[in-house]
């Protein structure tokens, strides 16, 4: 079974300008989410998206964005860039349920390789 | 905001020795799990625990979800030289997948 492919592995972009990371999870998951990880404040919480719809957000402003297909697949979007971005971006995907609502079975999150952002 | 303390920070031991980290937070989790990072990779899912009091092995790793629900720890027996990385802790309060992640242990191992 494939792990988690996120695309692309680095990137570089300059300040101002935007960036769309990609993340395919897991076949069969259907829940995905982005961290922000970085050496300061470790890894932060972005997103999470379940069947195309955004269920819980950290505090990131709204430059960050993602979105999610029908085929669970999941990009993030970041709008005019600052040099503050510059971070490991990692997707982890998990397999929920239906009906879920007690937790526990089938809630570990499966991480990707990242996506080295250095905005300069 | 959630706080999760994860101690110690970093560690250099000698191959062969157990090694011993520990979360705590200050609120309730359903769900503790642990990962390992390698320089340039994402974590990689070592233990997930679920319930109170359990003790779950992977190995040589032994990880438990502390009685009161906000803690956990987690043990590496033997250590060897492939055991050097970051090991994370996370917790989940909820039934949504939002994780808290503690700050790291980074782990050396002399040969």
């Known amino acids: 079974k494939a792990g988690v492919t996120q695309t692309p592995r680095y990137l570089i972009k300059t300040r101002g300008q935007q960036v769309t990371l990609s993340c395919s999870p897991i076949?069969?998951?259907?829940?995905v989410s982005w961290y922000q990880q970085t050496p300061g404040q470790g890894l932060q919480f972005l997103f999470e998206?379940?069947?195309?719809?955004?269920?819980n957000k950290g505090n990131f402003p709204g430059r960050f964005s993602g979105r999610q297909f029908s085929n669970s697949r999941s990009e993030m979007n970041v709008s005019t860039l600052e040099l503050g971005d510059s971070a490991l971006y990692l997707c982890?995907?998990?397999?929920?349920?239906?009906?879920?609502?007690?937790?526990?079975?089938?809630?570990?999150?499966?991480f990707g390789q990242g996506t080295r952002l250095t905005v300069v | 905001g959630q706080q999760l303390n994860q101690s110690p920070q970093s560690m250099f031991i000698q191959e062969g020795e157990d090694v011993s980290m520990n979360c705590t937070s200050s609120?309730?989790?359903?769900?503790w799990l642990w990962y390992k990072q390698d320089p340039g990779e994402g974590p990689v899912l070592l233990i997930a625990?679920?319930?109170?009091?359990e003790l779950t092995s992977n190995g040589r790793l032994t990880a438990q979800f502390g009685i009161t629900r906000k803690d956990s720890f987690l043990n590496i027996s033997a250590s060897i030289p492939s055991d050097v990385g970051i090991y994370f802790c996370?917790?989940?309060?909820?039934?949504?997948?939002?994780?808290?992640f503690g700050s790291g242990t980074k782990l050396n191992v002399k040969p």
């Open positions: 982890a995907s998990s397999y929920k349920p239906p009906g879920t609502g007690d937790g526990g079975v089938s809630t570990e999150a499966f």
């Open positions: 076949s069969g998951h259907r829940s």
């Open positions: 998206y379940f069947s195309e719809t955004q269920r």
């Open positions: 609120s309730i989790f359903n769900t």
């Open positions: 625990l679920y319930k109170a009091g």
């Open positions: 996370a917790g989940q309060e909820d039934n949504f997948n939002k994780f808290y």
